[in-house]
């Protein structure tokens, strides 16, 4: 594989991280509102077809954080839309997403038998 094509994941992947923790260190919104953010302005720039060139470009630096999801689910929903009108976006748009969501699942499922919860002490 080419250099290049790690470069640019690292480098798109680290600055949507940078702009996450600016966001962290100079406001006061919490982590959930953060990751609602970041989704949300992926949805908002898959919708406009810019997304998808930024994942032509960045590869995994640009899908795999939060803000991918986001536009995988239009992504899903704009394709699952035209073939099915609304029941076909709704199905699209989980279609597109069941890997992560399931992955997710399965993964919080395994930490939560095999490690101790603990509460934060203030």
Known sequence: MDLLVFV??????????????????FTHLT???????????????????????????????ASVPISGFGSSLVRGAIKGAKEGGLIGAIKGGLAETSLGISVAIVSGY????????KTKKR
């Open 8 to 25: 640019k994941a690292f480098l798109v992947g680290g600055a949507i991280c940078t702009i996450g923790q600016v966001i962290i260190n």
């Open 31 to 61: 982590n959930g509102k953060i990751l609602v953010l970041f989704l949300v302005v992926g949805a908002v720039l898959e919708t406009f077809g810019l997304y998808g060139k930024l994942v032509d470009f960045a590869g995994a630096g």
């Open 110 to 117: 395994l930490v939560a038998i095999f490690c101790k919860p």
